[in-house]
C-alpha cells in the first residue's frame, strides 16, 4: 500500500510546491513592473516641475512626457498579459494535467482573459489617469481631470493615505490582501481571521467596509496586491522622512527659542549647547503623535 501511494504523495507535494513558487515569482515580477511605472511617473513629474508653461524648455519636456507616458503604458501591458498567464495557470490547477491536453485548454483561458484586457483604451486605465493627474497638478494643483466630476475633486493624497490603513485594525497595513470584487484591502492576518470560523475553516463574508455590499471569499477574491505593496513602501518612507524633517525644524525652533531668551536676559548663548533632555523628549513625542 504504503509503495503505491508515497508516489502520489511526492507527485502532489511537488505539484503544490512547484505551484507555490510560481506563484511567488510571479508577484515578485509584477512588484518589479509597479516600481518601474512610479519610477517613469516620478521622473515625468520632476521633469514638469523643472520648466515653466509656454516656455521652449516646457515644450520639450512635454515631448519627453508623452515618450515616458508610452513606456508606462507598455509597462501596464506587459501586467496584464501577465495577469491573463496568471488565471490561465490558474484554471489548469482545476484539472489533471498528466492526462488531457492541457494546452488548448491554456491557450484558450490566456485569450479569453487577454481579450477583455486587450480592449480597454489608455485612458480608462487606472496608472495612465495616475500619470496624466500627476503631472497635470504640477502647475494647476487645482485641476480637474477630464473623467473627474468637477464638483467633486478628491486630493490624491489623502485618497491614498485612506487607503494604506486597514478598516480591520485601524493601522497602516504591512502585508496587504485585496478583495477584487470591491476594491477594499486590508491587512493579511486581520482578513484571514475575520473569514475563519471557530472551527479554523475559511468562509464567505460580507465586506467589513461599511456600506460595501461585496462577498469576500478568500479562496476565490481576496488576492495578494503588488502595486499597493509599492505604495506601502514609498508612503512609509515618506512619512518617515516627514517625521525626521519636522522633528529637525521643531528642535531648531527650540534651539532658536532659548538663545533668543538668554539673548534677551544678557547670557551669551552657547552655540554648542544641548535642548533640555525633557523637554526634547516631550517635542519628540508630540511629533509621534
Not at 503604458?73 to 491573463?84: E, G, H, I
Amino acid at each position: 500500500f504504503f509503495s503505491l501511494i508515497c508516489p502520489v504523495l511526492v507527485l502532489c507535494c511537488a505539484k503544490e510546491m512547484a505551484q507555490r513558487v510560481a506563484h511567488a515569482k510571479t508577484q515578485a515580477l509584477k512588484r518589479k513592473l509597479v516600481e518601474c511605472m512610479e519610477n517613469i511617473i516620478d521622473l515625468a513629474v520632476d521633469i514638469e516641475k523643472q520648466s515653466t508653461p509656454g516656455t521652449v524648455q516646457h515644450r520639450e519636456g512635454q515631448a519627453l512626457i508623452k515618450r515616458l507616458t508610452e513606456e508606462v503604458m507598455q509597462t501596464v501591458k506587459s501586467q496584464r498579459r501577465l495577469d491573463a498567464h496568471e488565471e490561465a495557470i490558474g484554471h489548469l490547477q482545476s484539472i489533471d494535467v498528466s492526462t488531457e491536453n492541457w494546452k488548448p485548454i491554456y491557450d484558450e483561458r490566456f485569450q479569453e482573459h487577454w481579450a477583455g484586457h486587450e480592449i480597454l483604451r489608455d485612458e480608462d486605465d487606472p496608472k495612465w489617469r495616475e500619470m496624466q493627474k500627476r503631472v497635470a497638478h504640477v502647475h494647476h494643483p487645482d485641476q480637474a481631470m477630464p473623467w473627474e466630476d468637477e464638483d467633486v475633486v478628491v486630493e490624491e493624497s489623502g485618497c491614498d493615505a485612506a487607503r494604506m490603513k486597514c478598516p480591520l485594525t485601524q493601522n497602516v497595513i504591512d502585508t496587504p490582501l485585496t478583495c477584487t470584487q470591491c476594491g477594499h484591502s486590508f491587512e493579511r492576518d486581520a482578513i484571514l481571521q475575520y473569514v475563519t470560523n471557530k472551527r479554523g475553516q475559511t468562509t464567505t463574508k460580507p465586506c467589513p467596509v461599511a456600506g460595501c455590499n461585496a462577498q469576500i471569499n478568500p479562496n476565490e477574491n481576496l488576492k495578494q496586491d503588488p502595486e499597493l505593496e509599492v505604495k506601502l513602501q514609498r508612503y512609509k518612507a515618506q512619512a518617515e522622512q516627514r517625521k525626521k524633517d519636522l522633528r529637525r525644524k521643531a528642535l531648531q525652533m527650540s534651539q532658536s527659542s532659548r538663545s533668543q531668551r538668554k539673548s534677551r536676559s544678557g547670557v551669551k548663548p552657547d552655540p554648542e549647547s544641548k535642548p533640555d533632555p525633557d523637554s526634547q523628549s516631550l517635542l519628540e513625542q508630540t511629533i509621534e503623535d
